[in-house]
């Protein structure tokens, strides 16, 4: 089985904090996502990665960073928290897909409060 | 702003019955679909998946429906149970240089027991 973790379940910040959400999944996939979901609104691509140091911006990058140094392990990055970055984020992985539609494997998510 | 009144649709059935839960996709030119089911404080877990070249396919008690005239993707589950109550959305993929996922906001489905 696909394992996506998240390494906090639960977060509280304070406005201007800088916030790191760490991601690693053991089933050598190429992709990695992180978005964001907020009620009534869905899922909301952040950004993605399809290798190693490589990334690119998703439908919200605004406020947002990522490092991916090695294949296992996406991190995302608030420089500078703000209230309207309190939501849930999910860390998705998948293979990749040249050619083969992509199922994305997600983790538990990460609930954010920004106060 | 603040986002006010943003509300999950809501289907509620009693235990045993059949639910379907419908999703309106936006991309006639999406060729892959997915249906999803987020239970409370955990992420999404695929269900099943339908290619745009199939209308129709079955799992163990759901099933996926295609209407790819009017841009539409259902999802039934046979004989619903309490462990089914979650939120349920559905996903398009189309190829546009890369493969993008467009996610839909999802229905909460709750099974009265």
């Known amino acids: 089985d696909v394992k996506v973790t998240q390494s906090s379940r639960y977060l509280v910040k304070r406005t201007g904090e800088k916030v790191f959400l760490e991601c690693v999944q053991d089933?050598?996939?190429?992709?990695m996502f992180w978005y964001r979901q907020d009620p009534g609104l869905g899922l909301r691509l952040i950004y993605f990665?399809?290798?190693?140091?490589m990334k690119e911006k998703g439908d919200i990058p605004e406020g947002y960073s990522v490092s991916r140094e090695k294949k296992e392990r996406f991190s995302l990055i608030l420089e500078s928290a703000s209230t309207n970055q309190t939501s849930m984020y999910l860390c998705?992985?998948?293979?990749w897909g040249a050619g083969v539609q992509e199922t994305q494997y997600f983790g538990p998510g990460t609930r954010l409060l920004v106060l | 702003g603040e986002s006010v009144g943003l509300h999950l649709p809501t289907l509620s059935v009693q235990e045993g019955d059949n639910s379907i839960i419908n999703c309106a996709y936006s991309?006639?030119?999406?060729?892959?679909f997915i249906w999803y089911k987020q239970e409370s404080g955990k992420g999404p877990q695929f269900i099943i998946d339908?290619?745009?070249?199939?209308d129709k396919r079955q799992g163990q008690r759901v099933t996926v429906l295609l209407n790819k005239t009017v841009k539409h993707l259902s999802l039934q589950i046979a004989a619903t149970q309490p462990g089914d109550s979650a939120v349920y959305f559905c996903?398009?993929?189309?190829?546009?240089?890369?493969?993008?996922?467009?996610f839909g906001a999802g229905t909460r489905l709750f099974v009265k027991a």
């Open positions: 998705a992985s998948s293979l």
């Open positions: 991309n006639s030119a999406s060729d892959y």
């Open positions: 339908i290619r745009s070249n199939m």
């Open positions: 996903a398009e993929i189309f190829n546009t240089g890369g493969f993008k996922t467009i």
């Open positions: 089933m050598d996939h190429e992709n």
């Open positions: 990665s399809y290798d190693v140091k």
